[in-house]
Protein backbone atom coordinates (compact mmCIF):
# COMPACT_ATOMS: atom_id res chain seq x y z
CA UNK A 1 0.00 0.00 0.00
CA UNK A 2 1.46 3.45 -1.12
CA UNK A 3 1.90 5.66 1.36
CA UNK A 4 3.62 9.05 2.11
CA UNK A 5 3.74 11.18 4.83
CA UNK A 6 4.94 14.43 5.54
CA UNK A 7 6.67 15.81 8.84
CA UNK A 8 7.86 19.05 9.89
CA UNK A 9 7.51 22.15 12.58
CA UNK A 10 3.87 23.84 12.68
CA UNK A 11 5.80 27.26 13.29
CA UNK A 12 8.89 28.76 11.86
CA UNK A 13 10.29 32.32 12.49
CA UNK A 14 11.02 34.41 9.69
CA UNK A 15 14.63 34.17 8.18
CA UNK A 16 15.26 30.84 9.62
CA UNK A 17 15.38 27.50 7.56
CA UNK A 18 12.39 24.88 7.30
CA UNK A 19 13.46 21.35 7.20
CA UNK A 20 10.29 18.79 6.21
CA UNK A 21 10.47 14.99 5.67
CA UNK A 22 9.07 13.17 3.41
CA UNK A 23 8.63 9.55 4.96
CA UNK A 24 7.22 6.99 1.58
CA UNK A 25 5.90 3.15 2.10
CA UNK A 26 4.97 1.01 -0.31
CA UNK A 27 7.21 2.08 -3.06
CA UNK A 28 10.93 2.32 -3.66
CA UNK A 29 12.84 5.82 -4.01
CA UNK A 30 14.81 4.67 -6.28
CA UNK A 31 11.82 3.20 -8.44
CA UNK A 32 9.64 6.74 -8.47
CA UNK A 33 10.48 9.86 -8.39
CA UNK A 34 9.17 12.27 -5.12
CA UNK A 35 7.88 15.80 -5.48
CA UNK A 36 7.35 18.44 -3.33
CA UNK A 37 4.42 20.87 -3.90
CA UNK A 38 3.16 23.54 -1.23
CA UNK A 39 -0.55 25.94 -1.11
CA UNK A 40 -0.73 28.74 0.68
CA UNK A 41 -3.59 29.04 2.08
CA UNK A 42 -6.93 30.01 -0.09
CA UNK A 43 -4.64 29.79 -3.05
CA UNK A 44 -3.55 27.69 -5.83
CA UNK A 45 -0.70 25.02 -6.07
CA UNK A 46 3.24 25.36 -6.62
CA UNK A 47 5.63 22.72 -7.47
CA UNK A 48 8.37 23.07 -5.61
CA UNK A 49 11.32 20.64 -6.84
CA UNK A 50 12.07 16.84 -7.61
CA UNK A 51 14.57 14.65 -6.55
CA UNK A 52 14.47 12.18 -9.53
CA UNK A 53 15.21 8.47 -8.88
CA UNK A 54 18.95 8.33 -9.30
CA UNK A 55 19.48 10.73 -7.01
CA UNK A 56 19.37 13.92 -8.95
CA UNK A 57 17.07 16.80 -8.29
CA UNK A 58 15.44 19.71 -10.20
CA UNK A 59 14.00 22.76 -8.79
CA UNK A 60 11.22 25.64 -9.48
CA UNK A 61 12.93 28.43 -10.68
CA UNK A 62 11.72 31.01 -8.26
CA UNK A 63 12.75 28.94 -5.04
CA UNK A 64 16.07 27.57 -6.32
CA UNK A 65 18.50 29.80 -4.63
CA UNK A 66 16.75 28.68 -0.98
CA UNK A 67 15.68 25.14 -1.77
CA UNK A 68 17.43 22.04 -1.27
CA UNK A 69 15.94 18.17 -2.03
CA UNK A 70 17.74 15.03 -0.83
CA UNK A 71 16.66 11.77 0.25
CA UNK A 72 18.17 8.09 2.70
CA UNK A 73 16.92 5.93 0.75
CA UNK A 74 17.59 3.39 3.26
CA UNK A 75 15.28 5.11 5.42
CA UNK A 76 12.76 5.59 2.39
CA UNK A 77 13.04 9.67 3.36
CA UNK A 78 13.06 12.54 1.24
CA UNK A 79 13.99 15.68 3.04
CA UNK A 80 13.15 19.66 1.85
CA UNK A 81 15.06 21.88 3.21
CA UNK A 82 14.41 25.97 2.44
CA UNK A 83 15.91 28.82 3.69
CA UNK A 84 15.63 32.85 4.49
CA UNK A 85 11.82 32.10 5.48
CA UNK A 86 9.22 34.67 4.98
CA UNK A 87 5.61 35.07 5.84
CA UNK A 88 4.92 34.05 2.22
CA UNK A 89 6.02 31.05 2.32
CA UNK A 90 3.31 30.19 5.22
CA UNK A 91 1.64 27.10 2.97
CA UNK A 92 0.91 23.11 3.46
CA UNK A 93 3.45 21.42 2.06
CA UNK A 94 3.16 18.28 0.19
CA UNK A 95 5.18 15.33 -1.40
CA UNK A 96 3.92 13.13 -3.79
CA UNK A 97 5.28 10.39 -5.68
CA UNK A 98 6.60 11.00 -9.22
CA UNK A 99 7.71 13.88 -11.45
CA UNK A 100 4.78 13.43 -14.23
CA UNK A 101 3.17 10.47 -12.46
CA UNK A 102 1.26 12.46 -9.11
CA UNK A 103 -0.13 9.52 -8.62
CA UNK A 104 -0.10 9.55 -4.36
CA UNK A 105 0.05 12.87 -2.20
CA UNK A 106 0.70 12.38 1.76
CA UNK A 107 -2.20 14.61 3.75
CA UNK A 108 0.19 17.43 3.97
CA UNK A 109 1.51 19.96 6.50
CA UNK A 110 0.65 23.35 7.47
CA UNK A 111 4.01 25.86 7.74
CA UNK A 112 3.16 28.88 9.43
CA UNK A 113 5.91 31.67 9.45
CA UNK A 114 5.68 33.90 12.20
CA UNK A 115 7.46 35.45 14.39
CA UNK B 1 8.36 28.59 -17.38
CA UNK B 2 5.24 26.98 -19.13
CA UNK B 3 2.29 29.00 -18.17
CA UNK B 4 -1.02 26.99 -17.18
CA UNK B 5 -4.16 29.65 -17.83
CA UNK B 6 -6.96 27.41 -16.28
CA UNK B 7 -10.48 28.76 -17.02
CA UNK B 8 -13.32 29.13 -15.41
CA UNK B 9 -11.51 29.99 -12.19
CA UNK B 10 -15.73 28.78 -10.89
CA UNK B 11 -18.79 26.43 -11.74
CA UNK B 12 -21.83 26.22 -10.32
CA UNK B 13 -23.71 22.96 -11.03
CA UNK B 14 -26.83 21.08 -10.51
CA UNK B 15 -26.58 16.71 -9.48
CA UNK B 16 -26.44 15.44 -12.90
CA UNK B 17 -25.36 18.46 -15.41
CA UNK B 18 -22.32 17.80 -17.68
CA UNK B 19 -19.27 20.43 -17.40
CA UNK B 20 -15.72 21.23 -19.30
CA UNK B 21 -12.59 22.89 -17.92
CA UNK B 22 -10.16 24.73 -20.05
CA UNK B 23 -6.78 24.57 -19.67
CA UNK B 24 -4.34 26.00 -22.19
CA UNK B 25 -0.61 25.75 -22.07
CA UNK B 26 1.80 28.96 -23.30
CA UNK B 27 4.08 25.87 -25.02
CA UNK B 28 3.54 22.35 -26.40
CA UNK B 29 3.47 19.99 -23.83
CA UNK B 30 4.35 17.07 -26.23
CA UNK B 31 7.96 15.56 -24.43
CA UNK B 32 10.79 14.60 -26.27
CA UNK B 33 9.84 11.10 -26.05
CA UNK B 34 6.08 11.58 -27.60
CA UNK B 35 4.16 11.80 -24.55
CA UNK B 36 2.53 14.54 -23.41
CA UNK B 37 2.79 15.22 -19.19
CA UNK B 38 -0.48 17.04 -18.58
CA UNK B 39 -2.65 15.61 -15.80
CA UNK B 40 -5.61 16.82 -13.84
CA UNK B 41 -6.26 16.52 -10.13
CA UNK B 42 -9.13 17.65 -7.86
CA UNK B 43 -8.87 18.44 -4.18
CA UNK B 44 -11.64 17.94 -2.22
CA UNK B 45 -12.54 20.70 0.36
CA UNK B 46 -9.73 20.14 3.56
CA UNK B 47 -8.19 17.24 1.22
CA UNK B 48 -4.82 16.16 -0.62
CA UNK B 49 -5.11 16.40 -4.35
CA UNK B 50 -5.70 13.24 -5.54
CA UNK B 51 -5.05 12.67 -9.62
CA UNK B 52 -8.29 12.16 -11.61
CA UNK B 53 -6.42 12.37 -15.42
CA UNK B 54 -2.58 11.44 -16.23
CA UNK B 55 -1.47 11.98 -19.88
CA UNK B 56 -4.03 14.19 -21.41
CA UNK B 57 -6.86 11.25 -21.33
CA UNK B 58 -5.77 8.17 -18.93
CA UNK B 59 -8.25 7.63 -16.15
CA UNK B 60 -6.49 7.29 -12.82
CA UNK B 61 -7.20 4.18 -10.66
CA UNK B 62 -10.39 3.78 -9.18
CA UNK B 63 -11.60 7.46 -10.93
CA UNK B 64 -15.13 6.78 -11.98
CA UNK B 65 -15.48 7.38 -16.37
CA UNK B 66 -17.75 10.22 -15.56
CA UNK B 67 -14.45 12.20 -16.24
CA UNK B 68 -12.83 12.45 -19.30
CA UNK B 69 -9.94 14.32 -20.84
CA UNK B 70 -9.01 15.53 -24.01
CA UNK B 71 -6.74 17.67 -26.00
CA UNK B 72 -3.12 17.99 -27.63
CA UNK B 73 -0.47 20.22 -28.13
CA UNK B 74 -1.35 23.31 -25.92
CA UNK B 75 -5.02 23.00 -25.62
CA UNK B 76 -6.88 20.49 -22.74
CA UNK B 77 -10.33 19.85 -21.75
CA UNK B 78 -11.40 17.89 -18.58
CA UNK B 79 -15.18 16.96 -18.80
CA UNK B 80 -17.56 15.74 -16.06
CA UNK B 81 -20.47 13.97 -17.43
CA UNK B 82 -23.30 13.50 -14.89
CA UNK B 83 -21.71 15.78 -11.80
CA UNK B 84 -22.19 13.97 -8.15
CA UNK B 85 -22.03 16.01 -5.01
CA UNK B 86 -18.69 14.30 -4.84
CA UNK B 87 -17.31 16.27 -7.52
CA UNK B 88 -17.11 19.06 -5.42
CA UNK B 89 -14.00 20.77 -4.65
CA UNK B 90 -11.19 22.75 -7.02
CA UNK B 91 -9.60 20.82 -10.11
CA UNK B 92 -6.12 21.66 -11.21
CA UNK B 93 -4.27 21.13 -14.23
CA UNK B 94 -0.50 20.45 -14.14
CA UNK B 95 1.86 20.36 -16.71
CA UNK B 96 4.66 17.79 -16.22
CA UNK B 97 6.26 17.94 -19.70
CA UNK B 98 8.86 20.92 -18.91
CA UNK B 99 11.25 21.72 -15.84
CA UNK B 100 9.94 23.61 -14.02
CA UNK B 101 6.62 21.91 -13.41
CA UNK B 102 3.49 24.22 -12.89
CA UNK B 103 0.12 24.22 -12.34
CA UNK B 104 -2.97 26.14 -13.48
CA UNK B 105 -4.67 28.60 -10.75
CA UNK B 106 -7.47 26.13 -10.36
CA UNK B 107 -11.25 25.79 -10.99
CA UNK B 108 -13.38 25.61 -8.04
CA UNK B 109 -17.02 23.68 -8.90
CA UNK B 110 -19.60 24.51 -6.71
CA UNK B 111 -23.21 22.06 -6.39
CA UNK B 112 -26.38 24.26 -6.70
Known amino acids: QVQLKESGPGLVQPSQTLSLTCTVS????????VSWVRQPPGKGLEWMGV???????AYNSLLKSRLSISRDISKSQVFLKMNSLQTEDTATYYC?????????WGQGVMVTVSS | DVVMTQTPPSLSVAIGQSVSISCKSSQSLVHSDGKTYLNWLLQNPGQSPKRLIYQVSNLGSGVPDRFSGTGSEKDFTLKISRVEAEDLGVYHC?????????FGSGTKLEIK
Open chain 1, 96 to 104: ARGAALFDY
Open chain 2, 94 to 102: VQATHVPFT
Open chain 1, 26 to 33: GFSLTSYH
Open chain 1, 51 to 57: IWTGGST
